[in-house]
């Protein structure tokens, strides 16, 4: 079992950052890929970044490529989203999830977080 706890977001006025860290248990860590979602209101969940287990391969959705960063500290059992020149359009509560042990994607999700409010004021 695998408990995930987001924290970092907050209020930022637009072309401001944050930084989000979510926060695993247990020890298998490591062989998880992590990703980032996000859900505003009125709109479908949306996966926005990735990374393998491994840590040597990340994705990210078009609408955040070149100012998120998405991470990984298997040390300290911790998934970062670096969030850079933020809009007002990112506005959303932010999810983090764990998928299947050792898998190439997120297509599965094993476990999520409980979600952390970004709102970016215009």
């Known amino acids: 079992q695998v408990q995930l706890v987001e924290s970092g977001g907050g209020l930022v006025q637009a072309g401001g950052s944050l930084r989000l860290s979510c926060a695993a248990s247990g020890h298998t860590f490591s062989s998880y890929p992590m990703g980032w979602f996000r859900q505003a209101p009125g709109k479908a969940h949306e996966l926005i970044a990735t990374v393998s287990w491994s840590g040597d391969s990340t994705y990210y959705a078009d609408s955040v490529k070149g100012r998120f960063t998405i991470s990984r500290d298997n040390a300290k059992n911790t998934v970062y989203l670096q969030m850079n020149s933020l809009k007002p359009e990112d506005t959303a509560v932010y999810y983090c999830?764990?998928?299947?042990?050792?898998?190439?994607?997120?297509?599965?999700?094993?476990?999520w977080g409980q979600g952390t409010q970004v709102t970016v004021s215009s």
């Open positions: 999830a764990a998928g299947r042990p050792y898998s190439d994607s997120l297509s599965y999700i094993d476990y």
